[in-house]
């Protein structure tokens, strides 16, 4: 198992990983990355069109790509019985028509983007072709940059046939709309198109000016739009039990937050734009949070009145879910439930820059985490983290925040604090800590502690220092009188 792999397990979140239900791949670019930088000395500026004039160099792109871990839904979806069968056949999965996407995806991270998004086409390893969304994260690691990257995959297959089939055969547009896995609506625009042909002929030309000026005109489109049709999918989706239903609580779906998102696709319209997408955030009848991509689209032949408009909204709750959880791991610590050593690295860099005059750190250390480690086992030595944990969430309020950056070394950033309120702070975890003790039996919870206030942003590390120093004097102290074991 590699660093990568050690780091998931670590973490607790293979099980999140495994049991997500869309397909996951865990990839590392790293190779890309000293690529595009050869690339770029060597002179090259639109890398997508260059790409594109010689396969062979798309090819060696993807070559460059290794694969670390995909989960159960990716085998599930491709038909492979294993990760290595997976990986031994992918040339039966990356075919000739793959390449489009693939040049999209570099163009992205080329551009400076911290991930990308495209649709693109695989093949299972029986010889489906699938058509694929794709959504790739890069994991923040400054010292390896792109060795994990994180890419989500469903298969939209159903969707893009159905909409093939409907451009081919009008007969069955029909039944594929009622029977298309993603919501869909058919809505007629030609009231808010006539409200926009008014604004103009009153002279206005800048539409989100007069949005800000008059609030009330978003509420006034939402109410011009006529929903002419939805699918069997969106009652399903939407938790409503018949279209009529669905569409008298249009503002229980709706709520407030989305007016804002609402005003940007008028804004779209406004400029021309008739074909455009959103992430958006709904609400089923039942209360119920959807994270929503939308996809809206003037049908052809109705771009001048706006009589006809397609509205595809796909529900990404999963993966809206899934990106916050791998948001939070990136600056938590799984164990104690505090923020972890990348955040705390990222809150002194951010206190340095906003040259915040006054701050104060607490530096804490366990004292019988080795006693417990021999005792009981790591499973103890957990248990006392947790515990730690918990003291350090209740004894802290925002702006401050704790982080556990070692395995048995916290600090506390105490912003606007002096000397007198961070010894509060510490007092008031031991109070907490004699609590704790008296809830938990075994092993007591104990700590070393030391403390420092900086009153210039850019000594903020020497302060850190003295608190360490402080810290392990009282760290002294306590082994005067505890056996060193402990």
């Known amino acids: 198992m590699d660093a990568v792999e050690m780091d998931i397990e670590e973490a607790g979140v293979a099980d999140f ?8 791949w865990l990839e590392d670019y790293s190779a890309l990355h000293t690529q595009f930088a050869r690339w770029r000395a060597a002179g090259v500026v639109n890398l997508r069109s260059w790409l594109l004039q010689d396969r062979d160099r798309l090819r060696h792109c993807a070559s460059l790509i290794r694969i670390r871990r995909v989960n159960r839904q990716t085998l599930t979806l491709f038909g492979a019985r294993s990760q290595q069968e997976l990986m031994g056949r992918l040339d039966d999965v990356l075919r000739d028509d793959t390449f489009e996407g693939l040049a999209g995806e570099l163009d992205q991270l080329w551009l400076g983007h911290r991930g990308f998004e495209s649709q693109t086409v695989n093949y299972s390893l029986a010889g489906r072709r699938m058509d694929l969304s794709l959504k790739g994260v890069v994991l923040a690691d400054d010292q390896h940059p792109w060795d994990r990257v994180l890419v989500a995959m469903e298969d939209v297959t159903p969707f893009q046939e159905a909409r093939r089939q409907a451009q081919a055969s009008e007969r069955d547009a029909r ?62 989706l939407f938790k409503a039990e018949s279209q009529s239903q669905l569409i008298s609580r249009m503002g229980d779906v709706f709520g407030e937050e989305s007016r804002a998102t609402f005003a940007e696709q008028m ?57 916050a959880y791998l948001e939070y791991l990136g600056k938590h610590d799984v164990l104690t439930q505090l923020k972890n050593r990348t955040y705390f690295v990222e809150e002194l860099d951010r206190l340095q820059r906003k040259r915040i005059p006054l701050v104060s750190f607490v530096t804490l250390d366990l004292n019988n985490l080795k006693q417990a480690n021999d005792e009981g086992g790591h499973a103890v030595g957990d248990d006392l983290l947790r515990r730690m944990g918990e003291v350090l969430n209740k004894a802290i309020d925002s702006p401050c925040q704790a982080a556990r ?47 420092a206030t900086c009153r210039d942003p850019a000594a903020l590390e020497s302060a850190l220092r003295k608190a360490d120093k402080a810290l392990y004097e009282d760290k002294r102290r306590y082994y005067t009188t505890h056996d060193r074991r402990h």
Not at 17 to 24: C, G
Request: with cysteine; hydrophobic share 40%.
């Open 17 to 24: 990983f495994e049991a997500t239900p869309m397909a996951l």
């Open 175 to 236: 039944e594929f709309f009622q029977q298309a896995p993603v919501s869909l609506w058919v809505e007629d625009f030609s009231a808010i198109k006539r409200l926009f042909d008014e604004l103009r002929e009153r002279g206005i030309s800048d539409l989100r000016t007069f949005l800000d000026v008059h609030p009330d005109f978003i509420d006034r489109c939402l109410h011009e739009i006529r929903v002419i049709d939805v699918n069997d999918y969106t009652l399903e």
């Open 267 to 323: 804004i779209d319209l406004w400029h021309g734009r008739l074909s455009h997408k959103k992430e958006v955030r709904n609400r089923t009848l039942a209360g119920d949070d959807l994270h929503i991509h939308l996809q809206l689209s003037v049908f052809q032949g109705h771009e001048e009145h706006w009589g006809l408009v397609l509205v595809s909204l796909t529900d990404i709750t999963a993966r809206k879910r899934a990106e």
């Open 405 to 451: 950056i070692g395995g048995d070394e916290f600090v506390i950033v105490l912003p606007g604090y002096d000397g007198v309120a961070a010894r509060k702070v510490r007092a008031n975890i031991h109070t907490l800590i004699k609590l704790n003790n008296q809830y938990y039996g075994g092993i007591p919870l104990s700590v070393s502690a030391g403390q």
